[in-house]
Nanobody
Framework: QVQLVESGGGLVQAGGSLRLSCAAS????????MGWYRQAPGKQRELVAL??????TNYADSVKGRFTISGDSFKNIYLQMNSLKPEDTAVYYC?????????WGQGTQVTVSS
């Protein structure tokens, strides 16, 4: 089992920045990738950013150039969010993929006011 705990959400004005953190514990060896997803009210959960073993990253088009994912050996991952927009408002979830199984954190709310 992998346990994930997110932190760092909050309320910020448009144009501001936030940094999300995700701490992984439990059986974290053999994690293949970790990422951040978000879900806005009435919408499906969507991938925001992904970091794979080896360090390769992938971003949703809507956040490229504004968000940066980073991590330290999959013990902690971070999402630096700059130039935030109201449409970034959502619950952000940390995800870990390990041996074909997905693990999720409880989510952290990010609200961007205009």
């Amino acid at each position: 089992q992998v346990q994930l705990v997110e932190s760092g959400g909050g309320l910020v004005q448009a144009g501001g920045s936030l940094r999300l953190s995700c701490a992984a514990s439990g059986i974290i060896f053999s994690i293949n990738a970790m990422g951040w997803y978000r879900q806005a009210p009435g919408k499906q959960r969507e991938l925001v950013a992904l970091i794979a073993i080896g360090g390769s990253t992938n971003y949703a088009d809507s956040v490229k150039g504004r968000f940066t994912i980073s991590g330290d050996s999959f013990k902690n991952i971070y999402l630096q969010m700059n130039s935030l927009k109201p449409e970034d408002t959502a619950v952000y979830y940390c995800n870990a993929l390990r041996r074909g199984n997905n693990y999720w954190g409880q989510g952290t709310q990010v609200t961007v006011s205009s």
